[in-house]
Structure formats: structure tokens, C-alpha cells
């Protein structure tokens, strides 16, 4: 699978400001974990800024070492998420909304779904940037029941597992009754609710798992060939959530592309590691390291 326009060598004299600016509102007291694997996820394919929103109670606790990261702290509920009052499309310091002068926004890791968070998303799905959605973003969508979701003026990417995709079909009215059961016979059901999705809701939906599904808004199906047990851990999704919104930031205008390559992508490092150490024992953080060289091999 040839990605080169996605990934092809850099111009001697770039700099930072060439390769995007991806905002990822995420992260939760109890759940910052995930915020942060984002976070380096995105770096480590990439991207040449990476500011992370989270809440004000959360930024207390953000280890010392991870000083690439810029940071935008918000108002916390006292479950320590976000209370909702400051967000994204409201007015910072300099007249201008928060997310202005970035590329791409990526939302739902560790956010938890609370009112506050449920608030955050749908200002949100307001914004004119590409915007990727996953885990507690996808759960916060689902409890307001895909409002705002259908008609953005911007791409939306919704990276749900099973779980997550079963609750977004409980609140749509386009796949009534049961769902699809595991095992790998049931691909053909997947893939046609994917597409139907998809097409209903004119987003990009990867739909995560073995052999991945990806869907266009226009209904094209890409399947994707990489991955095995080894990266049933946590964590992996949030990884992948940071470098989607790397690629898309790096190349807004190949996004189709580079949704599937940063698929393509992790899958394959997650193959290069099990071949040489087998099918358990790998962990998120593995696979973020292993990034830059899988490039370099790749392209």
C-alpha cells in the first residue's frame, strides 16, 4: 500500500509550522492516561505543534516529562471532567475562538461523559475543522443522541470498536433491532451498516477491530489488512486517535488518504512488534515508539 504523498520526505527548509497544529481536547483526573498517549502519538507521527485541552484539575497532574505539549486548561466539574463552561467555541484572551489557529481537533479519550463533556463535544461539532472523534467523544454522542452530528460543514472521523459503534446504532434510527455477532463471518454485516452509516451521516467512520472497516461519507469501503491480538490492550485506540489526526493535520486536503494510511500504519507496527515477540505482552507506549522507524521503513 503506497502512502507516499502522505508521507513523503520533508523540504529542507520546513519548519514546524508545515506539518500542523492538532488540538486534542481529552483527558479526565482519573483517565489523563489516554489524553497523553494521544498526545504523543500525534508527535511521534509528526505533528509539529500538539496542544492538549483538558481539565484545570487534571493539568495538576500531568507528569513533568512530557514538556513538548502545550497545554489549555478549562473548567473542571468536581468529578474532575470537564464542567462545560469554557468551551471551545467560546472567546480566549485575544478576541478569537480556541481552536482558531489550529489544524485539526481530536476529542473523546479519558474526557469521561459527563453534562460538561456532552457540552464540550457539541460545541465541537460547531467548528469548521476536521474533527476526530473517539471513545468518550463517540459515548457523549451518543447520549445526545447524534445531535449536531449530521450536516457539519468541516469532515467529521468517528473512530469506534464494537462497543462503542453498537451504541451509536442504539440511537439511530437507521439499524433497528439487533446487531452483528462476533467472528469473522459477520464481516459482511459490518461493513454494510458501516457504509450505511456513513452515508446517513456524511462522516468517515473507522470502524476498529479485526481486519478494521473504513467508510467514506460517499459509501467507499477500505479494509484494512494489518493488526493482530497482540494490540487487543488498552490504550491502542487512543494511539491511533493521535495519528489520524497527525496525518489529517499534516495533509488536510488528502484526509480520505491519510485516515487510512495512520490505519494502515498502526496495524503494521503492531505486526513488526509481534514478530518478535509474539501475540501478548505489547502495550500501547510500544507501539507509540515504534512509529518514526516504522515510517522510515515504510515510505
Given at each position: ?65 512530557l514538556l513538548e505539549v502545550m497545554y489549555l486548561p478549562l473548567p473542571s466539574d468536581k468529578n474532575g471532567e470537564f464542567s462545560g463552561d469554557g ?149 491502542m485506540g487512543d494511539v491511533l486517535t493521535g495519528m489520524i489526526a497527525s496525518l489529517i493535520g499534516q495533509d488536510p486536503f488528502s484526509l480520505g ?43
Open positions: 500500500m503506497n502512502f507516499l504523498k502522505i508521507l513523503k520526505p520533508r523540504k529542507k527548509d520546513s519548519h514546524k509550522g508545515d506539518y500542523g497544529h492538532v488540538l486534542i481536547v481529552a483527558g479526565s483526573v482519573g483517565k489523563l492516561g489516554a489524553a497523553l498517549m494521544t498526545c504523543r502519538a500525534a508527535l511521534r507521527t509528526g505533528s509539529g505543534l500538539v496542544t492538549l485541552a483538558l481539565p484545570d484539575k487534571a493539568f495538576k497532574k500531568i507528569p513533568k516529562n468551551d471551545m467555541v467560546s472567546l480566549s484572551n485575544h478576541g478569537r475562538p480556541k481552536y482558531k489557529d489550529k489544524t485539526v481537533i481530536a476529542v473523546g479519550p479519558g474526557m469521561g461523559t459527563g453534562p460538561g463533556s456532552r457540552k464540550i463535544v457539541q460545541s465541537l461539532l460547531k467548528t469548521d475543522l476536521p474533527l476526530v472523534i473517539d471513545a468518550d467523544g463517540l459515548n457523549c454522542l451518543a447520549l445526545e443522541k447524534l445531535k449536531g452530528l449530521k450536516g457539519r460543514r468541516a469532515p467529521t472521523i468517528l473512530t469506534p470498536h464494537p462497543g462503542e459503534m453498537i451504541r451509536l446504532l442504539s440511537v439511530s434510527p437507521l439499524v433497528p433491532g439487533t446487531f452483528w455477532p462476533k467472528g469473522t463471518r459477520y464481516q459482511k454485516p459490518k461493513v454494510d451498516r458501516t457504509r450505511q452509516f456513513a452515508k446517513k451521516y456524511g462522516v468517515h467512520l473507522v470502524l476498529k477491530g479485526y481486519r478494521t472497516v473504513i467508510a467514506s461519507p460517499e459509501g467507499k469501503i477500505s479494509i484494512n489488512p494489518t493488526g493482530n491480538p497482540a494490540m487487543a490492550t488498552a490504550g488518504s491519510a485516515i487510512r494510511a495512520a490505519v494502515y500504519l498502526h496495524g503494521l507496527i503492531g505486526d513488526r512488534w509481534a514478530a518478535r515477540h509474539g501475540d501478548r505482552g505489547m502495550m500501547a507506549g510500544d507501539l507509540i515508539e515504534g512509529i518514526p522507524d516504522a515510517i522510515r521503513h515504510w515510505v
